[in-house]
């Protein structure tokens, strides 16, 4: 698999971690604090374009710990054989230590891609595929390069939250470019209690299955008996939608349980609950749309500007 | 899944109109700039022009509407015969009327900081490009595509193939190639097909295709031409054959 590097044993790139379950503690408390649940996209996420000038298009966004630089080259011609539409790739890179995911020997380390890279690459791909007017370039190749700077702990299951900034940077990259599209792509990544309908909502963890134990002390034995309230049957998806054309074009759902048991087989998640995780995603998604349609008008009025002034000099000079 | 207008959060500024090259009348009710995925207008009224699609689901007035596909300005235009041509071929929309040659045209221009209108060129059967040529046997002329229609660069470097029987009009079968084009020459040319993996196919068998910019031979100097088959060096005072473009304004 990894040519350049035999000698360490990589894990597969979504795997839990060990836990062990101590029978004689009590069981915590959970925790009091109660996470935001709606998106309040106007402060707390910051995206801008047209960073690079060497780049036909990009995009930085930064989401809580989350921060990502999208960059968009081409059309550019492609050698080859005849293709009537223009060949989409998708390329994504952690730069070294910006999630937890060096622990588990799922990120760069060598040069080479990862197999975490790869999967969140398909899915990106799936996600912008539907969005772009492919058509409208033959014999073109356009290239998506996206690097995650920084991330929330992989390990703790939140590589949903990266995926979902991963498919909205790289959306307004696209269009940043010139590169006509159908619509544009947000995504919403979302936390669920698998098989309860009405605890959906927006994926704001910052440090995910740690956020109980790390009130307590960062102990492992304790958050994994906790009784009523389940906290380890958490499943997290994103969802990347078009606002414009009330379309889905990419989704991805995990079952992200720190513990799996075979009582736990039961719990899988439901029709109506289906539902649910996908409508408090589309309107998550909806938000972030708000915000880069504000970004990009407002993008657009600097450009406009610029030139007003630029005929403004020339009307003097004359 | 259909979508509606009414639901969709686009921001849209109504108070400053559209811009119209011709009929200012036409454009009051469109908004001045749209973002991708904004439907702009019903496609009764008017046809897609670049940075547009037609999409017969979303709802404007009825009739499917015209949604923007770049971010930029809109701009209508008043057909032209050649752009009522051009609209009427590259509609991947089998669906739109045969009238919609009628229609004004509604295009969104992505602004530039140095106000030119550039376009994603990739080049489309029928654009006029500007080539450089890059290598000559008998058969055909190799170049390099450098400019697409009137967008101030191409996307990239697209190679093109200028055949024999393609320079010019009459008598195809005495064409020499030599004395048709040099490598170097730039060149204005029509892509007539895709051609294949690597390469356009281009003619320049039109009184205003052709050789536009070449330099002697014998000097270096860029030459004029003198009329549709021969240049002239102004340092050396030699002729060299060319397929020469009708000089233009």
Redesign the interface.
């Known amino acids: 698999m990894y040519l350049s590097d035999r000698r360490r044993i990589l894990v597969p790139p979504l795997s839990r971690r060990l836990t062990y379950v101590d029978e004689k503690s009590p069981s915590p408390t959970p925790a009091t604090k109660k996470a935001p649940t709606k998106l309040d996209s106007a402060h707390k996420i910051y995206l801008r374009t047209s960073l690079l000038p060497d780049a036909?298009g990009s995009a930085y966004i930064e989401h809580q710990q989350i921060k990502i630089l999208a960059l968009v080259n081409?059309?550019?011609?492609?050698?080859?054989?005849?293709?009537?539409a223009a060949k989409l790739v998708i390329d994504v890179k952690f730069l070294p230590f910006s999630s937890d995911a060096h622990v588990l020997g799922i990120q760069q380390g060598g040069g080479y891609t990862t197999s975490l890279e790869r999967t969140l690459a398909d899915f990106i791909y799936a996600s912008l595929v539907p969005s772009i007017?492919l058509?409208?370039?033959?014999?073109?190749g356009i290239s998506v390069s996206i690097v995650v700077i920084s991330g929330p702990p992989v390990w703790n299951g939140l590589v949903k939250q990266i995926g979902a900034s991963c498919v909205t940077a790289a959306s307004v990259a696209v269009?940043?470019?010139?590169?006509?599209?159908?619509?544009?792509v947000t995504a919403c990544a979302v936390k669920f209690r698998m098989g309860a309908e009405e605890q959906t909502e927006i994926d704001l963890d910052e440090r995910g299955f740690d956020h109980d134990c790390d009130d307590h002390g960062n102990k492992m034995n304790i958050g994994e008996s906790a009784g009523a309230s389940h906290p380890q049957s958490i499943g997290r998806g994103v969802v990347s939608y078009?606002?414009?054309?009330?379309?889905i074009s990419g989704f991805w759902i995990d079952d992200e349980s720190q513990e799996q048991t075979v009582r736990e087989a039961t719990s899988s998640i439901e029709g109506a609950s289906l539902i649910q995780v996908l409508k408090i995603a589309c309107d998550g998604a909806?938000e972030v749309?708000?915000l880069v349609?504000?970004v990009?008008?407002q993008?657009?009025h600097d450009?406009?500007e610029?030139?007003v002034q630029?005929?403004k000099k020339i009307k003097i000079a004359e | 899944?259909?979508?509606?207008a009414g639901?969709?959060?686009?921001?849209s500024?109504p108070g400053t109109p559209a811009r119209s090259k011709d009929n200012p009348s036409a454009a009051s009710d469109l908004p001045a700039?749209a973002?991708?995925?904004?439907?702009l207008c019903s496609a009764r009224e008017y046809a897609p022009g670049p940075?547009t699609?037609f999409?017969e689901?979303?709802v404007v007035g009825g009739g499917g509407a015209i949604?923007a596909?770049?971010?930029?300005?809109v701009v209508v235009s008043k057909p032209t015969l050649s752009t009522a041509k051009s609209s009427l071929r590259k509609d991947?929309e089998k669906k739109v009327p045969a009238a919609a040659d009628l229609r004004p045209r509604v295009s969104v221009v992505?602004?530039?900081?140095?106000?030119g209108a550039?376009?994603?060129a990739?080049p489309?059967v029928d654009d006029v490009v500007l080539v450089r040529v890059l290598r000559i046997n008998p058969r055909m002329a190799n170049v390099a595509i450098l400019i697409v229609g009137e967008s101030n660069s191409a996307?990239?470097?697209?190679?093109g193939i200028i055949r024999a029987q393609d320079v010019r009009e009459t008598e195809k079968d005495k064409v020499k190639m030599q004395d048709c084009f040099r490598p170097g020459d730039i060149v204005r040319a029509q892509v007539i097909s895709?051609?294949?993996?690597?390469n356009y196919y281009l003619s320049t068998a039109r009184n205003d295709l052709g050789v536009v910019f070449a330099m002697s031979e014998a000097s270096g100097a860029p030459m004029y031409p003198l009329d549709w088959r021969s240049m002239r060096c102004p340092v050396s005072g030699t002729i060299e054959q060319r397929k020469c473009a009708r000089p233009t304004s």
């Not at chain 1, 940043?176 to 599209?181: H, M, Q, R, S």
């Not at chain 1, 078009?242 to 379309?247: F, G, I, L, Q």
């Not at chain 2, 895709?194 to 690597?198: N, Q, R, S, V, W």
């Open positions: 036909t081409g059309p550019r011609s492609q050698k080859g054989s005849f293709s009537p007017r058509g409208q370039y033959p014999k073109s269009v940043d470019a010139g590169i006509e599209v159908f619509d544009i078009m606002a414009s054309r009330d379309e909806k749309r708000k349609n504000a990009l008008s993008v657009f450009h406009e610029a030139s630029a005929t | 899944m259909s979508s509606s639901s969709t959060p686009v921001t500024r700039h973002i991708p995925g904004q439907p940075g699609y999409d689901h979303a949604v596909a770049v971010l930029g300005t991947d992505r602004p530039t900081p140095n106000g550039t376009t994603g990739v489309d996307a990239d470097e697209y190679g895709l051609g294949d993996g690597t």
